[in-house]
């Protein structure tokens, strides 16, 4: 059933009504102790029927604003699906067969049994019978790149479930979507890990959907531009930077009690660091040497939610989605993936970021911690989880021909330095809840808790360390609601080693002999730290920073090392 759009807000009071559940046996959209709540409170929202959807192509346009046609109808594609997975029509057999064989031969547990051919056939089979949306033949299509001011999708995971199905077994609607075009441009690409990702997302939800059950409600979401006057430069003056939590990670070590940002934590936004498009060079189809290009893999439902493209309208974009852009309530589904470079060792693929494992490589450990929020004013649940992707500014870009990237990688760029307020507008932008459309903006800030982030900027467009540490730190504390959780590295995947510089003295020092990067000096340490900068500057007027950052001079001191005087 459709969502209305023009009933109580996150502005309103159902920001008071919302709580936090914990996950439990009953994985439909509705919740019966909901249902007896809003008897007895009148003015709380009703809860989401099951089967809810929505779709916004802009800010304040919401609702059943487009509905295109299967070439195939659903239940008719549902006979033709194999007992045994043996063919999926949207892939080419010589592409499949590989993944295929190797599933059969040795197929990954999850919740302590092998997840078989079979069962995904099965489950398969059920979603095309059962028609999600309740829109017979037809399903809600939306293209992201056209609705970059404030355009948003909520479905459910059996609706995500319903249209990764559709793909597998060779549906298309009659103008071609962007995961039918990712399908067509993986097939071509010599590599599998979107297979495992997509297999995966059916196999984990062929264990949790039981009976026809929707699940929990994801929400995709563009923000709008910022105009000025209602951006980040308005709250400069009355905004405190809250102390952020440190979190030193080193092999498997981390000096916070949080697991790798990358990992999907409770609470935990996590950034992808972006660039145009989500998912990068790789084009959504194999792990590589770069997070954002890795972490889609690990993060099928985000490859899924390219669905919601279309290629005729934004060839540019080869049918991916744009930047910024929020999906609320994604997982990780396989195993593993983390800042540090990873041991190639015992995997089916890999990249520097990122490898699904051998055997068992589906996420046991899979978020089942849920939140309560308000969509469009129905109530319903959400995972407690999110992936933003944000793009930076690319430093090396704009370095020109007197800094090479030795000078980049040590920090010895002036021009490393000076696009502060960019940054600042695009992390600014990208978290802040109100720059989304309204029907979503309460659930935001109910599952955006706080945000991780690694080197944000300082990947493989050879940021500046300590300067986008500092970006933001400060971008962050402007924002309505959330706070920084900022992972370090010794040997980060993309820009090995520049987190280095992050931590000062002697122990950035030791961070520099360990990474084992020739290329980094470690007589460009410096002597401060980020400990002795947040201690410097914590619960001081953000202004404070903007202004030290704004004036902060050249090489060959490091950035912490100017402010900090």
Partial sequence: MLLPTTTTTAT??????????????????????TSANTSTHPDRPKPAEPGMWLTCSSLGKC??????????????LATQVEKDFSSLPGIPDDVYEPVRKYWESSPPAFRGAPVLLEDLASFTTDLLRSDPFQT???VPVLDFNSAREGGAVAISQRQLAFLVANAVMGNRIDKED???LMLARCSDSGFSEWIYSLLSLLAVLSRELRSGEHGRLLVAATPRTLLEGDDWRGKLQNSTLGEPALCVREGNATGCDLADFMAGNPGQALTDIAGGVVGGGAALCSTADSQDESLVQFYPEVLAFSFFVDPNASADKMGMLPVPWTLLGARRYMGDITGQRVDAASAISHGNCGRIREKDWLNEDIVQETEEVVVAGKTAELYSSAFVAVQSVCSSCRSGQDCNWHDNLNNFCDSQRRHLDEDLSKWYQAFEQYAYPEEVQQAFSKVVKRIGTGPWGAGV???DSQQYFLAVWLATSLLSSGTLDYYMYSNFCENPGNQCFVLG???CKQCVADSGVSDLDAERCGSQSVYAIVDMFKNQPAQDLYDALSGVGGPPDQVFDAVGR
């Fill in 178 to 180: 962007g995961l039918t």
């Fill in 461 to 463: 467009w050879g940021g």
């Fill in 505 to 507: 003295g002697d122990e």
């Fill in 12 to 33: 309103g009071t159902t920001t008071t009504t919302t709580t936090t559940t914990n996950n439990n046996n009953n994985n439909n959209i509705d919740n019966t102790n």
């Fill in 63 to 76: 609702g059943r604003k487009d509905l295109r046609p299967w070439e195939t109808a659903p239940t008719t």
């Fill in 136 to 138: 017979g033949d037809d």
